[in-house]
């Protein structure tokens, strides 16, 4: 097993990126944080102002419906996603919001993610205030790792963050989806909703449930697979090479045969055509199985190591 892969990007000490593919649903009113509660896998109650966290909202079966971070947001609260099947998304956590004093709409502000190794010093040279979780004048300054900050704003703000960015490189979202890749940091767009249950995405690996905080939707389903071991699949990094407007979609091999593996939750492919995918598999599936694109077969794609632990 490589411990490391061999797709790299350098990437520039500030630089900045629009994320059009990314989108929040805000929730506000008195009841937002009882209503998200005995909806979503993470803790809401336990969730201060100057933090995130990952969480998914499941059906009752406990196949999720999206995948989202989670933070303090204008007086309520934000669940930030990709945008690919975020209508849905919204229909489905609302479904029931006829009982309580909580609203829940698609935010129509905009993205921004700011990068590198002075993002930090950036943040902090545009906020008054500490913590993973800031406001600004119309949103909030989110950390999400130790290179990358996402800024919630109304459109009008862009222009002054802009000029607030000179100095900085404005680079491809792509590379966004690069470091969530490498990191092993999951998504739910269209085409894998209502499939996974959150540990088939790793997401007990990522803090993104709680064990510990009373019933929501899908509970029983992701208790079981956590204490009675009954989920078999689990998320897996490979790394290959991939054409131009590849679907992602894989075969493995078995024996002289391939067989189909799925399509991936996530992946990046570079301007040399090397790539990495984050896909679902069998948890006892071995670590020299070789695989190849369903519409390539010049190239194999092999498994490399998450930089966290799933035995979980």
């Given at each position: 097993?490589?411990?490391?892969?061999?797709?790299?990007?350098?990437?520039?000490?500030?630089?900045?990126?629009?994320?059009?593919?990314?989108?929040?649903?805000?929730?506000?009113?008195?009841?937002?944080?009882?209503?998200?509660?005995?909806?979503?896998?993470?803790d809401?109650?336990?969730?201060?102002?100057?933090?995130?966290?990952?969480?998914?909202?499941?059906?009752?079966?406990?196949?999720?419906?999206?995948?989202?971070?989670?933070?303090?947001?204008?007086?309520?609260?934000?669940?930030?996603?990709?945008?690919?099947?975020?209508?849905?998304?919204?229909?489905?956590?609302?479904?029931?919001?006829?009982?309580?004093?909580?609203?829940?709409?698609?935010?129509?502000?905009?993205?921004?993610?700011?990068?590198?190794?002075?993002?930090?010093?950036?943040?902090?040279?545009?906020?008054?205030?500490?913590?993973?979780?800031?406001?600004?004048?119309?949103?909030?300054?989110?950390?999400?790792?130790?290179?990358?900050?996402?800024?919630?704003?109304?459109?009008a703000e862009?222009?002054?963050?802009?000029?607030?960015?000179?100095?900085?490189?404005?680079?491809?979202?792509?590379?966004?989806?690069y470091?969530?890749?490498?990191?092993?940091?999951?998504?739910?767009?269209?085409?894998?909703?209502?499939?996974?249950?959150?540990?088939?995405?790793?997401?007990?690996?990522?803090?993104?449930?709680?064990?510990?905080?009373?019933?929501?939707?899908?509970?029983?389903?992701?208790?079981?697979?956590?204490?009675?071991?009954?989920?078999?699949?689990?998320?897996?990094?490979?790394?290959?090479?991939a054409?131009?407007?590849a679907?992602?979609?894989?075969?493995?091999?078995?024996?002289?045969?391939?067989?189909?593996?799925?399509?991936?939750?996530?992946?990046?492919?570079?301007?040399?055509?090397e790539?990495?995918?984050?896909?679902?598999?069998?948890?006892?599936i071995?670590?020299?199985?070789?695989?190849?694109?369903?519409?390539?077969?010049?190239?194999?794609?092999?498994?490399?190591?998450?930089?966290?632990?799933?035995?979980?």
């Open positions: 097993m490589s411990a490391t892969p061999s797709v790299s990007f350098n990437l520039p000490s500030l630089a900045w990126t629009s994320l059009s593919d990314w989108q929040a649903i805000t929730v506000t009113g008195a009841d937002s944080k009882s209503y998200l509660q005995g909806q979503v896998t993470c809401v109650v336990q969730l201060d102002a100057e933090h995130s966290t990952l969480g998914a909202h499941c059906d009752a079966k406990g196949k999720m419906w999206s995948l989202f971070r989670l933070f303090h947001h204008n007086q309520g609260y934000a669940l930030w996603q990709h945008k690919s099947g975020i209508e849905t998304a919204l229909q489905e956590i609302k479904k029931y919001s006829v009982f309580s004093k909580v609203d829940l709409e698609l935010s129509s502000q905009v993205s921004v993610g700011v990068l590198g190794e002075q993002a930090d010093s950036f943040i902090d040279s545009i906020t008054d205030s500490q913590g993973d979780v800031r406001s600004v004048a119309s949103g909030s300054v989110v950390k999400i790792d130790s290179q990358r900050w996402l800024l919630l704003i109304d459109e862009l222009d002054n963050l802009k000029q607030q960015l000179q100095s900085a490189e404005e680079i491809s979202a792509d590379v966004w989806d470091i969530d890749v490498i990191s092993g940091i999951p998504r739910i767009t269209q085409s894998q909703q209502n499939t996974h249950i959150p540990q088939t995405l790793n997401l007990q690996a990522l803090d993104g449930i709680s064990f510990e905080k009373g019933c929501y939707t899908g509970q029983e389903t992701v208790a079981r697979a956590k204490y009675r071991g009954t989920n078999k699949k689990v998320m897996r990094l490979l790394q290959g090479s054409p131009e407007n679907t992602f979609t894989f075969e493995r091999q078995v024996g002289e045969n391939w067989r189909g593996a799925g399509e991936a939750v996530a992946h990046y492919r570079n301007q040399q055509g790539a990495l995918a984050l896909i679902v598999l069998n948890k006892d071995e670590f020299d199985t070789q695989f190849r694109l369903a519409e390539d077969n010049s190239n194999t794609w092999s498994l490399i190591a998450l930089p966290y632990d799933i035995e979980q």
